[in-house]
C-alpha cells in the first residue's frame, strides 16, 4: 500500500471521527460568565476552549523560548 493512501485512509478516519464527535455533541448549552449569559452548541464551545488552550500554550512556550535565548 502507497503512502499517499495511507494518507488519505488516515484523513477519511479522522475526518469521520469529527463529524461523529461533532454530532454526538451538538446540544445547546447555555453559558454565563460574569455579566454575559449565551447559548451555543456543546462542539463550538469544545472546539473554542481547544484552541483558547492551544493559543495559551503556544504564547506560554514561546515567552520561555525567548528566556532562554
Do not use: Y
Not at 35 to 40: A, T
Not at 42 to 69: M, N, S, T, Y
Amino acid at each position: 500500500m502507497s503512502m499517499r493512501r495511507l494518507r488519505a485512509i488516515a484523513l477519511f478516519v479522522l475526518l469521520g471521527s469529527v463529524l461523529v464527535f461533532a454530532v454526538q455533541n451538538a446540544t445547546m448549552v447555555d453559558i454565563r460568565f460574569l455579566l454575559w449569559s449565551f447559548s451555543l452548541p456543546r462542539v463550538l464551545l469544545i472546539v473554542f476552549l481547544l484552541a483558547v488552550g492551544f493559543a495559551l500554550g503556544v504564547l506560554i512556550a514561546g515567552r520561555g523560548g525567548a528566556k532562554r535565548r
